[in-house]
């Protein structure tokens, strides 16, 4: 986790699971990470969209030029990524596994932003596989975000995370290197920037 507001609510998101797999969406506080809401959302799993925005920052709304609520979670992802979208939201609560992806935003006009993407499982009413808590951070915020909306994202890279040895709040890749993704003649391999 590069950015700092990631790693605040991974380290919430440890605090309130206590052990388990898991915290329920009732344990959550919004006045507890009142700074970070901008960048926070919460999905819904199931239905015929899949995964539904039920609550959106107003970073990540401004930052789309857009309200997310009750919009499908794919819907600002390009096409071609929803594929590999869907498995990674799956993924996640179907393992209750956190994950944290590299994405690009991209604007008609040519500018991007780099963001990074937090996912964090939850329990509602006692079922895993039915909300799911996320923050979309921005590295850098540019001067032109919230007048120039981001037309789409691409999703970029993907780590699951660990608990490490059980210290609460320290996270870690997991054991197995992420897939690379091939886009055309070109071969996209996770990592850092050179």
Known sequence: MKHSATR???????????GRAAPER???????????????????????DRHVVRLAGTRICTLLGRELKDRPFAEPFAATDWPDLYALVDGVTETSTPAVASIAGETYDGRSIDLEMLLLPLRHRGRTQVRLLGSLVAGDWPYWAGQVPVARFRLLTVRHLRADDGRPGVASLADTPPTPRIQGPLRLLPGGRA
């Open 26 to 48: 009732s344990d959550l506080d919004p006045g507890a990470i009142r700074t970070l809401l901008g960048d926070v959302f919460l999905l819904e799993i199931g239905g015929k």
């Open 8 to 18: 605040a609510v991974y380290a919430y998101w440890d605090r309130l699971r206590d």
